[in-house]
């Protein structure tokens, strides 16, 4: 038996406690924009513009505290894909905010697993997001890096992340601080996607 099925009542519990956070986050107009089959151009470049600052803030403060947990967060490293859409959209980032180490609070190496939890989640939608857009825009490789992601290998990556997720809480039974950093993320991000 390997480590998810070991530890569902875990994932069942993390996915529980952030389903709501989850929800009010998909539900922002941004959020619903990126998904529709009217999605412009512009708006496609907003959210990236925004998810720039959450990836950004991810990599630059956040997966210095895991190095010693997910071997493979190098391979996880995303906002090259973020500048090369942006690049493909003619849209410049200038300024970036961190929404994540903008807040005064000290992150936990578990409350950072909790939040990397949310991060890499986002890219098993990323997946359906990247149908849309390929749809409803024309894009099939250029402008899309982001969304396509790990490509075929989102499922494997993602599966990959959970194993290594659940046998840390396992060795540390620290479930309760992951799903606040976990929670933490979504606030966060709807946070953000609403300014």
Do not use: C
Not at 42 to 70: C, K, S, W
Not at 122 to 145: C, D, P, T
Not at 183 to 188: H, L, S, T
């Amino acid at each position: 038996m390997n480590n998810i099925e070991n530890s569902l009542t875990f994932l069942d519990q993390l996915r529980a406690n952030t389903a709501n956070s989850h929800k009010n986050l998909e539900s922002l107009a941004v959020s619903v924009s990126i998904t529709s089959p009217n999605v412009t151009t512009e708006a496609y470049a907003r959210y990236l513009q925004l998810m720039h600052d959450v990836i950004g803030d991810t990599e630059e403060n956040i997966f210095p505290l895991l190095q010693n947990i997910f071997p493979d967060l190098e391979e996880r490293r995303k906002l090259q894909w973020i500048n090369a859409d942006l690049a493909f959209l003619n849209h410049v980032r200038t300024t970036a905010t961190f929404p994540f180490s903008k807040s005064s609070k000290t992150f936990s190496v578990p409350f950072a697993v909790g939040i990397l939890y949310v991060v890499e989640g986002s890219s098993l939608g990323g997946r359906f997001i990247l149908k849309n857009l390929q749809s409803a825009l024309g894009y099939e490789e250029n402008g899309v890096s982001y969304f396509n992601g790990y490509g075929n290998k989102t499922g494997s990556s993602w599966k990959n992340f959970l194993n290594i997720l659940t046998e840390y809480e396992e060795e540390n039974g620290n479930s309760d601080e992951i799903i606040a950093g976990a929670d933490f993320a979504f606030q966060a991000i709807h946070k953000h996607f609403s300014n």
